[in-house]
């Protein structure tokens, strides 16, 4: 399994429209719907501010892989355009 948290660092007042707009698109439902994907899902920070986390867990480096090359997954990098300023993964591979 590989675990990705991606830190979305938003434009100022930007994080719930951001939030809003992956939603309306569909862009976590597709995301989940993949092969591989074992976990997709958005959190926000309990003091505020303008981030917002995104956890993934995928079965494996194939299934990341076709992952990136999906028409949501470039949706999203379009949309981080108007609404992200930085984005910040860190990627895990569990041992054993």
Same mark, same amino acid.
């Given at each position: 399994m590989i675990?990705?948290n991606?830190?979305?660092?938003?434009?100022?007042?930007m994080r719930e429209a951001?939030l809003e707009a992956?939603?309306?698109?569909?862009?976590?439902?597709a995301c989940?719907?993949e092969d591989?994907c074992q976990?997709?899902?958005?959190? &926000?920070?309990?003091?505020?501010?303008?981030?917002?986390l995104l956890v993934?867990?995928w079965?494996d480096?194939d299934?990341?892989?076709a992952?990136?090359k999906?028409?949501?997954?470039?949706?999203?990098?379009? &949309?981080?355009g108007a609404y992200?300023?930085?984005?910040?993964?860190?990627?895990?591979?569990?041992?054993?």
């Amino acid at each position: 399994m590989i675990v990705l948290n991606v830190t979305y660092k938003c434009k100022p007042d930007m994080r719930e429209a951001f939030l809003e707009a992956i939603l309306q698109e569909g862009i976590d439902v597709a995301c989940r719907a993949e092969d591989g994907c074992q976990k997709y899902d958005y959190y &926000l920070p309990f003091d505020g501010g303008d981030e917002l986390l995104l956890v993934e867990h995928w079965r494996d480096a194939d299934a990341l892989s076709a992952h990136a090359k999906q028409p949501h997954y470039q949706r999203l990098g379009e &949309l981080k355009g108007a609404y992200v300023n930085e984005t910040v993964v860190e990627k895990y591979a569990p041992l054993g």
